[in-house]
């Protein structure tokens, strides 16, 4: 799990859904990486992918659609739904 910027950051809180995320079964790695389509996060994300033969991705892009932008007047029910 990846998230880019404040957008995201300043509704939902990106550490506590790492935290969330990391312990779900099937969870291979999650990462509190701010911007996501830099390039050192995205060779952070290759690395990943390599070292750990990992064969899909999420990245909280969809959170941000879903969750961020449409919730920011309901914070703890972003957060929920993000998780």
């Not at 509704?11 to 999650?30: C, G, R």
């Not at 995205?42 to 690395?47: C, P, R, V």
């Not at 892009?61 to 309901?74: G, P, T, Y």
Request: aromatic content about 6%; charged content about 35%; glycine content about 2%.
């Amino acid at each position: 799990m990846y998230h880019c910027g404040l957008n995201i950051e300043r509704v939902t809180d990106p550490a506590y859904l790492v935290d969330f995320t990391e312990i779900l079964p099937d969870v291979a790695v999650a990462r509190h990486l701010e911007f996501t389509c830099s390039d050192t996060s995205q060779e952070t994300i290759d690395e990943d992918i390599k070292k750990m033969d990992l064969d899909r991705g999420v990245v909280m892009a969809n959170i941000r659609e879903q969750c961020s932008w449409v919730r920011v007047d309901k914070l703890a029910r972003a957060l929920e739904k993000a998780k």
